[in-house]
Every structure is written in structure tokens, then in C-alpha cells.
């Protein structure tokens, strides 16, 4: 290890908020972004789902139903989890103070909306800190919003209130791009991870695109749909600045004039993510767009042939019936629709003031793929309704069926960087020796055995410092206890880690979870010492399966199974590992 490395405060920091890796941090640190990708490859976790009778012949599948299983499988197995308990508070002055040395302030209000960024009014409409939870607190505290690894995801199943796993936005997007690869057998070269301020989204740049959020997946099919999870998806994409985007290849920052990505990556990612986001305004299409935009239903009335006699009725009328029936106002199951509506509905004569939507759709077939422009001028034509109300309407379907994406610009400073190549053909100890092999050459894979917490192939500093100075929680829920309540209380606790071999939690994953060996339940004792009494020192010693934590003279024993030969000392913010 080059100890000489973390001299530089920066790189300290760099290092040791790969195990945190709170939204903030990988705002800041963007290389940190894929490394959590590449950690859960290489964690067990999920290629073991490649055994579950879920996944059975799955091989044998075309792409929308591999997708489409995956995505049933998380869903059915996590859930999308952010509040403000499991990872504790920050405060904004100690965040200015970490990063204030080699970070424009005034550029992570751009990052985050707890710290000033007002791009999605949607949120700014509710009343964010509100939102949040946050208005029981002075506007200087902030939540940490860390990422969790697949292994602490799956752990929350051990965590009062919850019966399956869970994890916010960033770990819910990364797990989706390690299972596309494992499972699906997606490349990484067609996986694209996108960050704005309040929200992670992947793009799969398979057949027409995919877009993966939180739990759900977003076909182009889909992104036009007007349901509530597409208004949803649509809302980052449309809102925001895409601060990040992050691939094997490297990554791009909305700020940094350095990029790792590769060029000809990216111009691809963007031209494909621009086609995703643009469509032709089709009699679908415009239905979707109704169904969005509730407002504008009340302008238009359907013309039919009720046993023999027409019949005019509000399309808004038709909306309400189709919410309680399996026919909706698609062309090839309109007509089963109204076979659904009551008779006293219906008018015998046109409705006044609104559109004759078979005059609409005619218009829409003959000029499918033409201006829009061209289409409104027809829509004036054949209607008295105010030519305002028009061009507002129009207004609102042009951003509808084209999303303008407010991507990094790609006049960076591209410099290449060594990665590892990694196929779904290999095996998952092939993909762990091709990251750690390259890891002295390559600053993504060195980050990814920090992330992946392989604690025998990293340097101990920046996770004791990140233990010892970003977990809180267990040090809050445990204030005014004493030292030998808070040891007795981990030793009645499970030994078993959450971690496989030698890879280690974090204390708050620790608390959190109920579970812990002995080297990390002594990181929990030494957290709470030292939060207690920053003039302390704590030296924890283990080896052959024992850890011993010293402080003011007494001793205080754990057992473990990780097998550290490990001699660490604790004292305030200095910490000394050998």
C-alpha cells in the first residue's frame, strides 16, 4: 500500500468516502460513481440470483423479458428506502469544511437541494426540507443519503419495519447495472449510469433504450404512456441538470473540465438518449398526452355509432371509464370501451366548445412525422376554441413527446484512463482477478476494492477514518449510556457479519442491522468512545480470531472471524493502522 498517498487531503478524502459514498461525495468524487457497480459484481450476492428458479432458462429469452424479470425480481425483493434515520444527520458547515479546500462551495448547490440547488420546482413546490422530514431541524442540518452496497441493501431485512431489502436511488440504479450484466448479459459498454441532483437513473443502450428508476424499469413505449410512473421517470430527465454520467469507460461531470469517459462512448450515449426522448405525434401519442395533462381533456368529444344512431361523448367521460375497465381509449379497444358506457352518457348531439377527436386523429394520421406547427394550424381550422388555449396546448405536446436532456457538455478534456474488460462470459473469480490485477494501474479498480471493502488488498486508513467520522447513528441512539452498557449491548448482538470473508461493515451498517463480527463491533465501541470524548484514545489490537479494544486502561474483548492481524490506534481525528 502507498501510505504516502493519503498524505494529500484530497485523496484521503477520496479514498475514504468510498466506503461512505453519501450522494454528496460521489457528486464531488464523480470515479466513485462505477466502482459500486463493479463492487456488487463482484459481491456473491448476485450471481446467485443466476440460480433461482426465477431466472430459469433465461438465457434462452429476448431482451424485454429478461428485462422485464429482472425487474420483477427487485421489485418483489427491494424496496426504495430514504429517510433520515439509517444513515444519520451531517450539517452543512462540516460538509463546507471537508471539501472546502479542493471544492468550489458554491458549485455543490448544484448537487444537492439541501444545499441551495432549485432545479426541480417540484420539490420546491412541496416544501423539500418538509418533504424530507427536515423541518424539525435548523436549515444547517442535512441528511448523509448514503449509497448502500447490495450486501447492505439486502441486511435491511435484519431492520424493525422492513421485510426485504432496500436501498435510495443510487444503490437501486447500481444494483440494476450489475444484475443487467450478471443476469441479463448486457455489456457494460451499453450501460450508462446518469446522476442528477435528487435522483440516479440508468440508460440501457439496448434496441430502442431503456431507462431504469428505482425499482421500475421505462421503455420508450412507456416514457410517452402519461401514467404516473413515466410522469415520474420523466420528471429528473426533464427538471434537471445531469450532473454525472458514469461508464466502464470513465465518467463525465457537469462541472469538471477533465473527463475519463470515452468520446466516441459518450457522443453515442447522447445521440441514442436524444432519439429515446423524442417521438412523432401519433393518435396514441396524443391520448397519453391527455391522459398527462388532465387540463385539456375537458377540449375534446368522440363521435360513435351506438347501435345504429351516433352518439357524441366528453372524452374526459371516456377517461373515467377507462380507469375501471381493462379497454382503454386505444384504437384497437375503443370501440370494447363504449360498449361499457352507460347509454345516458351520451349526447345526441355534438357537444359545444370542443374538438370532434375522429376529426383529430384524421389530422394526426395525415400528418404523422410533419411539423408540429403544421399540425396546430390544422387544429385551429376545425374549431372555434380560443387560438390561445391551442398554442398552449401545443406548447405543453411539444415538451411531451421531446425531452430536451441537460447532459455535461462533451467539450472536455478526455483523458484516457486504463479499465478492465469485463464480460458476462467470465466467471465471477475471473472479474475479481482482471480488477484486482489492474488495480495498480487503474484508479477505477483500485476505488472498486475500496467500495467492494476488500479489506486484505486496501489500505485500513480511510475506512477507520470514514468509520470513525461519518457514522453517527450508533453513537446518537447510544448517548448517555455508558462505555460497558454500549459493549455489553454488542456482545449480546449476532456475530455474524453482513459482509462475506474479509470485507467489513461499517458501524452504522453494524447498529443498523443487528449484526457484526468482533473486529466491527470494536469499530462500533471505538466510534462511540471517541464521539464521546474527542480526546480519547482507543487502540484496538487482533489477531488469531481475537480483538481486544484498550481504553483508559481497561479492555474490552470481542471474538472474530475475519482473521485481521491488525494493530490500530485511535486518538481524536488521528488514527494510526499497522
Not at 284 to 301: E, M, T, Y
Not at 384 to 391: A, F, G, H, S, Y
Not at 541 to 558: A, E, P, T, W
Amino acid at each position: 500500500m502507498d501510505n504516502n498517498k493519503f498524505s494529500d487531503k484530497k485523496t484521503l478524502e477520496k479514498y475514504s468516502s468510498a466506503f461512505t459514498l453519501s450522494d454528496m461525495e460521489i457528486f464531488i468524487f464523480p470515479e466513485l460513481f462505477y466502482p459500486l457497480v463493479l463492487a456488487n459484481i463482484m459481491s456473491p450476492v448476485i450471481w446467485k440470483w443466476r440460480d433461482d428458479p426465477w431466472f430459469r432458462d433465461i438465457d434462452k429469452k429476448n431482451f424485454n423479458y429478461k428485462v422485464n424479470r429482472i425487474k420483477q425480481f427487485i421489485i418483489q425483493n427491494y424496496t426504495f428506502n430514504l429517510d433520515l434515520s439509517t444513515w444519520g444527520l451531517t450539517t452543512k458547515t462540516k460538509e463546507i469544511e471537508r471539501f472546502s479546500d479542493f471544492f468550489d462551495m458554491e458549485m455543490l448547490k448544484k448537487s444537492n437541494a439541501l444545499f441551495g440547488y432549485e432545479g426541480d420546482k417540484y420539490y420546491f413546490d412541496i416544501d423539500i426540507r418538509k418533504h424530507f422530514g427536515l423541518d424539525k431541524y435548523n436549515s444547517d442540518v442535512i441528511p448523509y443519503w448514503k449509497t448502500e452496497t447490495v450486501e447492505a441493501m439486502n441486511a435491511f431485512r435484519h431492520k424493525e419495519n422492513f421485510n426485504r431489502g432496500a436501498g435510495e436511488c443510487v444503490s437501486l440504479s447500481s444494483l440494476y447495472a450489475a444484475a443487467m450484466f450478471i443476469v441479463g448479459k448486457i455489456p457494460l459498454e451499453k450501460i450508462f449510469l446518469i446522476a442528477t441532483p435528487l435522483h440516479s437513473q440508468n440508460f440501457i443502450m439496448e434496441k430502442e433504450g431503456l431507462i431504469t428508476n428505482n425499482r421500475r424499469i421505462v421503455t420508450k413505449n412507456m416514457w410517452y404512456n402519461g401514467t404516473s410512473l413515466s410522469e415520474k421517470a420523466r420528471r429528473a430527465m426533464e427538471n434537471e441538470n445531469v450532473t454525472v454520467v458514469s461508464h466502464i469507460s470513465g465518467y463525465i461531470h457537469i462541472i469538471n473540465e477533465d473527463a475519463t469517459i470515452d468520446k466516441k462512448e459518450y457522443d453515442q450515449f447522447t445521440e441514442k438518449l436524444h432519439e429515446f426522448l423524442v417521438t412523432d405525434l401519433s393518435s396514441l401519442i396524443f391520448l397519453n398526452f391527455l391522459r398527462f395533462k388532465s387540463k385539456f381533456k375537458s377540449l375534446f368529444q368522440y363521435m360513435c355509432d351506438c347501435t345504429g344512431n351516433v352518439r357524441y361523448i366528453s372524452i374526459e367521460k371516456m377517461f373515467e371509464y377507462e380507469h375501471s375497465s381493462k379497454y382503454t381509449l386505444s384504437s384497437e379497444t375503443r370501440g370494447l370501451l363504449v360498449k361499457e358506457i352507460e347509454e345516458d352518457e351520451f349526447h345526441l348531439s355534438p357537444i359545444p366548445g370542443k374538438f370532434l377527436f375522429n376529426d383529430v386523429e384524421s389530422i394526426l394520421v395525415k400528418y404523422q412525422g410533419s411539423n408540429l406547427q403544421d399540425i396546430e394550424n390544422e387544429f385551429i381550422k376545425i374549431s372555434d376554441i380560443p387560438r390561445k388555449l391551442i398554442r398552449e396546448m401545443f406548447a405543453e405536446i411539444s415538451d411531451f413527446i421531446s425531452t430536451k436532456p441537460k447532459l455535461p457538455e462533451n467539450n472536455k478534456n478526455y483523458i484516457h484512463t486504463v479499465v478492465p474488460h469485463l464480460s458476462y462470459d467470465h466467471s465471477r473469480e475471473k472479474i475479481i482477478d482482471s480488477i484486482v490485477r489492474l488495480s495498480d494501474k487503474s484508479e477505477l479498480c483500485e476505488l472498486s476494492l475500496y467500495v467492494f471493502r476488500n479489506m486484505d488488498k486496501v489500505d485500513w486508513l480511510p475506512f477507520i477514518k470514514a468509520a470513525i467520522e461519518r457514522n453517527p447513528v450508533c453513537y446518537t441512539e447510544m448517548t448517555g449510556k455508558s462505555i460497558p452498557d454500549v459493549y455489553e449491548k454488542l456482545s449480546l448482538m449476532s456475530g455474524d457479519s453482513v459482509y462475506d470473508s474479509k470485507r467489513l461493515a461499517l458501524p452504522d451498517e453494524v447498529w443498523n442491522f443487528k449484526h457484526g463480527d468482533g473486529m466491527e463491533k470494536s469499530l462500533v465501541l471505538a466510534n462511540f468512545i471517541i464521539l464521546s470524548d474527542k480526546s480519547s484514545t482507543v487502540s484496538i489490537d487482533s489477531d488469531k480470531g481475537k480483538v481486544h479494544l484498550k481504553h483508559n486502561g481497561k479492555v474490552y474483548s470481542f471474538t472474530s472471524k475475519k482473521s485481521f492481524k491488525k494493530s490500530i490506534k485511535i486518538s481524536g481525528k488521528e488514527y494510526t493502522v499497522n
